[in-house]
């Protein structure tokens, strides 16, 4: 699958121009759906010239690297070809209904599913993230029923 990641907002925090922090799991999840999942990462972000050296050079120090950045075949010479993007999916922060977390970005891909409804997903994660949450509460507030 062609995967185009934003950097500004998605890898890291939009400090545009300066690279903000690492946002995290951005760039373990990406290096997973890289290794596992025989996908194609391309850098798609509004960065140019140095700034966009500076981004490409950030993933790379992480381990981080890309089947191509800002446009479809890393052969092509910039500037020539078409200017939209042929990509599978596209990872951004802009996207309606904002970014989700990578851990579930993560899960729809290797499930072969993103094109999922992630507040689906969200609401059942929540779910069993509360029951477990009141399972420990309860189970804390017996031990401490049994300290006294």
Known sequence: MKIAVDFDGTIVENRYPAIGSEMPFAIESLLRLQKRGNHQLILWTVREGKLLQDAV???S????????????????QTGKGPRKLDADLFIDD?????MPDWGLIVRLI??????RNYEEV??????????AFLKRNWLLKLGALLAR
């Open 110 to 115: 290797e499930a072969q599913k993103p094109d």
């Open 122 to 131: 969200y609401r059942s994660a929540f779910e069993v993230q509360q029951k």
């Open 57 to 59: 050079d950030f993933c």
């Open 94 to 98: 802009r996207n309606l209904g904002g």
């Open 61 to 76: 120090q992480r381990g981080l690297t890309f089947y191509s950045v800002n446009q479809n075949d890393p052969e092509a």
